[in-house]
T-cell receptor, first 111, second 118 residues
């Protein structure tokens, strides 16, 4: 599976948009970009995924560059409860591969 | 959405004893379940993959005789840490793949079990 690179940590003010970048320059044509997050001492939570097009759901938006070598997860109005480690994972579309977690980005949302 | 439960959420045991952790898919069937381990300030590391009715596949460096995995039904997998030692203290998280869908939510995570070996 393609490797991803994320910043170690980011800060965001409550109510502002949080933009979390992810580089995946070796991504293959059949690989999706998935985002999960893990709040302290809890199991990972699925956020969103995409292949080529930008995606939006009730939690976040995912912007994927045209060359698919990087993406950005956007939390439009961050709250204190969004403080968590965010993982960007590249995974083949078959869905039968396991999820391999990197170190992720620790997002701290402050009042 | 699909729910995965784990029991217990926390367990403390003495060194040398065995501990069993249960993972259940509550509203879907899971042909495949995964067990992860997470040490403090580190990411999740896959320990093993289990398929219902067959032997688990362990990742390199994970002792299969120490971490016994049983996946006897489509909704239950168990992880038994045998002869536990303090270095086995960790956060154990299970994940279940929904057999009935190929959608993006096909892998769901449990809330985790905090194991402390004294």
């Amino acid at each position: 599976d393609a490797k991803t690179t994320q910043p170690t940590s980011m800060d965001c003010a409550e109510g502002r948009a949080a933009n979390l970048p992810c580089n995946h320059s070796t991504i293959s044509g059949n690989e999706y970009v998935y985002w999960y997050r893990q709040i302290h001492s809890q199991g990972p939570q699925y956020i969103i995924h995409g292949l080529k097009n930008n995606e939006t759901n009730e939690m976040a938006s995912l912007i994927i560059t045209e060359d698919r070598k990087s993406s950005t997860l956007i939390l439009p109005h961050a709250t204190l409860r969004d403080t968590a480690v965010y993982y960007c994972i590249v995974r083949p579309s078959s869905g039968y591969s396991t999820l391999t977690f990197g170190k992720g980005t620790m997002l701290l949302v402050s009042p | 959405g699909a729910v995965v439960s784990q029991h217990p959420s926390r367990v403390i045991c003495k060194s040398g004893t065995s501990v069993k952790i249960e993972c259940r898919s509550l509203d879907f069937q899971a042909t495949t379940m995964f067990w992860y381990r997470q040490f403090p300030k580190q990411s999740l590391m896959l320990m093993a993959t289990s398929n219902e009715g067959s032997k688990a596949t362990y990742e390199q460096g994970v002792e299969k005789d120490k971490f016994l995995i049983n996946h006897a039904s489509l909704t239950l997998s168990t992880l038994t840490v045998t002869s536990a030692h303090p270095e086995d203290s960790s956060f154990y998280i299970c994940s279940a793949r929904d057999s009935g869908t190929r959608g993006p939510y096909e892998q769901y995570f449990g809330p985790g079990t905090r194991l402390t070996v004294t």
